[in-house]
């Protein structure tokens, strides 16, 4: 399917982590312009080596999503290299555990303030240039944790359940602009974020997965360029679940291991 992104202008913050610096990759390949802001110059040394690896050359810059100056400056850029902003994917997000009577308020304000707040100013970032070019796509990366929450990950999967209600929301109100937004919510996905579980608990992840593996970030990727391109013309609002079959049934591994009895 011919997804029509050659030349689409194309920012991804957090572009830099492993979601983002694969969604980033996969939009290149298409033919797009690429713009990838990270909160640290770290990150964004590693990911230009990867880029660079594959002959792509991307604009960079450091932005933390807590400051709308931050990303404002970052669009302006972005559009005064590129000569506008057409695709804009939210991927920047942490993550960290906290019974939910246990959570500071700092750290629940820290989640908050990153992964919905951030994604709300991103999307007004965005806005002003796409409605120059008469529309745009917006992709805003939350989580399975947003449907099915996980316990010790409350503020996380707080985050994310509001990211969902923020995408539907502002899909509805920008209808009119013709800029569509949805969400994406990936499974459990291999990356720096989650290496410590999959190192110790990786058995206890895969059960209840119908794919019997966990996630890579170009699944992710390839989700997120669908929703952006002709794929997802008509799809606005939507919570695209990316997991390989989390949950979808109780007992996902008797198919696997041919159990005769029922559940
Ligand atoms: N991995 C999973 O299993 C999984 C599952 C569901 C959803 N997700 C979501 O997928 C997205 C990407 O996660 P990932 O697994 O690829 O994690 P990751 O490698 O840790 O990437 C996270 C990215 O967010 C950036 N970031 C964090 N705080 C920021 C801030 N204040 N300002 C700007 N950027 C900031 C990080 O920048 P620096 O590296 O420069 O600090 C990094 O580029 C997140 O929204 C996450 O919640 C992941």
């Known amino acids: 399917m011919d997804m029509k992104l050659r030349d689409k202008v194309v920012v991804v913050t957090g572009g830099a982590g492993d979601i983002g610096a694969e969604t980033s990759l996969e939009f290149l390949r298409e033919g797009c312009k690429v713009a990838v802001c990270s909160r640290s110059q770290k990150s964004l040394d590693k990911f230009r080596e990867k880029v660079s690896a594959e002959g792509f050359s991307v604009l960079t810059g450091v932005v933390n999503v807590r400051s709308q ?6 669009a302006k850029k972005t559009a005064d290299t590129y000569g506008g902003i057409d695709i804009w994917v939210n991927c920047h997000g942490i993550e960290g555990y906290s019974p939910l009577l246990e959570c500071t308020e700092e750290f629940w304000d820290e989640v908050l303030d990153i992964n919905l707040s951030g994604t709300w100013r991103g999307i007004k970032a965005a806005v002003p240039y796409m409605e120059k070019r008469g529309g745009g796509s917006i992709v805003n990366v939350s989580s399975f ?119």
């Open 69 to 74: 100056e931050n990303l404002d400056q970052f």
């Open 145 to 263: 944790c947003s449907i099915v929450p996980t316990a010790k990950n409350g503020v996380y999967s707080i985050s994310k359940a509001a990211v969902d209600s923020l995408t539907k929301v502002m899909a509805a109100e920008l209808a009119p602009k013709n800029i569509r937004v949805n969400a994406v919510l990936p499974g459990f996905i291999a990356t720096q974020m989650t290496a410590d579980k999959v190192e110790t608990i990786k058995d206890m992840l895969i059960q209840p997965i119908s794919m019997r593996r966990l996630g890579n970030p170009g699944d992710i990727a390839r989700g997120i360029v669908f929703l952006a391109g002709d794929g997802g013309r008509y799809i606005d609002g939507h919570a695209l679940v990316i997991s390989g079959g989390k949950f979808i049934v109780q007992n996902p591994q008797d198919p696997w291991n041919n159990y005769q009895g029922g559940y």
